[in-house]
């Protein structure tokens, strides 16, 4: 079973910046996929930003250049630097370890992340 904590959401102006870090336990984090994924309110979830275990990354073409997905295997902790908020990324933001059909996929409870105007 892997826990997944996320932490440092909260209300900032736009322009401002904020890192999101998403905490594991229970598991051998190294061998996970993480992905920040993001609802906003009234639309589907999608993805922000992920990285492999070998630390390959992707963005959202909404956030290139914006954000950063970075990851400390020996704190089994995933960062998400934030910067130039803007009102539409206001969302909750959740965390996922994807371990494929071997380790399976684990979720957390997210964080609110609210930019504004």
């Known amino acids: 079973q892997v826990q997944l904590v996320e932490s440092g959401g909260g209300l900032v102006q736009a322009g401002g910046s904020l890192r999101l870090s998403c905490a594991a336990s229970g598991t051998t984090f190294s061998i996970y996929a993480i992905g920040w994924y993001r609802r906003a309110p009234g639309k589907q979830r999608e993805l922000v930003a992920d990285i492999s275990s070998a630390g390959r990354t992707n963005y959202a073409d909404s956030v290139k250049g914006r954000f950063t997905i970075s990851r400390d295997n020996a704190k089994n902790t995933v960062y998400l630097q934030m910067n130039s908020l803007k009102p539409e990324d206001t969302a909750v933001y959740y965390c996922?370890?994807?371990?494929?059909?071997?380790?399976?996929?684990?979720w957390g409870q997210g964080t609110q992340v609210t930019v504004s105007s």
């Open positions: 996922n370890a994807d371990g494929g059909i071997w380790y399976g996929t684990y």
